[in-house]
């Protein structure tokens, strides 16, 4: 199994542009997690999803879009960047709710400028 | 609502060194306490975890114990070697969270470096 994989790894980005940023999982998990890390602020979540085609918000979602057309697949994107949106994003699976682990990618490191 | 508070870093040791690194919460239910590393450049790795009070979670040398009487979930290691060095978070899952779908809560992350 890979695991968690996203791509790209970095991305430099001009203000306003849009992008999306992939993230895919082989080992059939229902749930799956957005997060950003900022410098010394942890991880926020941004949106997750409970299985194919729902998605709800976490705390941080202004500025992103999700969606989740299959169980392997989480991509999320940036309409318009901001430079409030330079960080490290993390993509994150779990089996169901009967397990309590997750799983995290290698993340997307995003500079806005 | 949930939160995760963790020991300021960061935190710099010798080589074979104790390291406590306190990590205390606050949840609304019965949460399930967990330790990630992160190594520099990478994701983060779940180290150990606990599901009830009582349980200690161990893995790599690193042992942390889920009191429930003072809400505290402690990391600890006996001997650091300098392949340690990274940040470690404190994180929580709270299943009475309501529609938060079992989110993980995460503190701060403190930053280990052990020197040779």
């Known amino acids: 199994n890979a695991g968690v994989t996203q791509t790209p790894k970095f991305r430099i980005l001009k203000i306003g542009q849009s992008m999306t940023l992939q993230c895919a999982q082989d080992?059939?998990?229902?749930?799956m997690y957005w997060y950003r890390q900022d410098p010394g602020m942890g991880l926020k979540l941004i949106y997750y999803?409970?299985?194919?085609?729902?998605?709800d918000k976490g705390e941080v979602p202004n500025g992103y879009n999700v969606s989740r057309s299959t169980t392997e697949d989480f991509p999320l994107r940036l309409e318009l960047a901001a430079p409030s949106q330079t960080s490290v994003y993390f993509c994150?699976?779990?089996?169901?709710?009967?397990?309590?682990?997750?799983?995290f990618g290698p993340g997307t490191r995003l500079t806005v400028l | 609502g949930n939160s995760v508070t963790q020991m300021e870093g960061p935190v710099t040791l010798s080589e074979e060194a104790f390291l406590t690194i306190n990590c205390t919460y606050t949840?609304?239910?019965?949460?399930?306490l967990f330790w990630y590393v992160q190594y520099p450049g990478e994701g983060l790795q779940l180290l150990l975890k606990?599901?009830?009070?009582?349980d200690k979670g161990s893995n790599k040398g690193f042992e942390a114990t889920y009191r429930k009487e003072t809400t505290s979930f402690h990391l600890e290691k006996g001997s650091v070697q300098v392949s340690d060095s990274a940040v470690y978070f404190c994180?929580?899952?709270?299943?009475?969270?309501?529609?938060?779908?079992?989110?993980?809560?995460f503190g701060k992350g403190t930053l280990l470096t052990v020197n040779p």
């Open positions: 994180a929580l899952s709270d299943p009475d969270s309501g529609g938060s779908n079992y989110k993980l809560t």
């Open positions: 994150a699976s779990r089996k169901d709710r009967f397990y309590n682990e997750q799983f």
């Open positions: 999803s409970v299985g194919a085609g729902i998605t």
């Open positions: 606990a599901t009830k009070a009582d």
């Open positions: 080992m059939n998990h229902n749930y």
């Open positions: 949840a609304t239910g019965y949460p399930s």
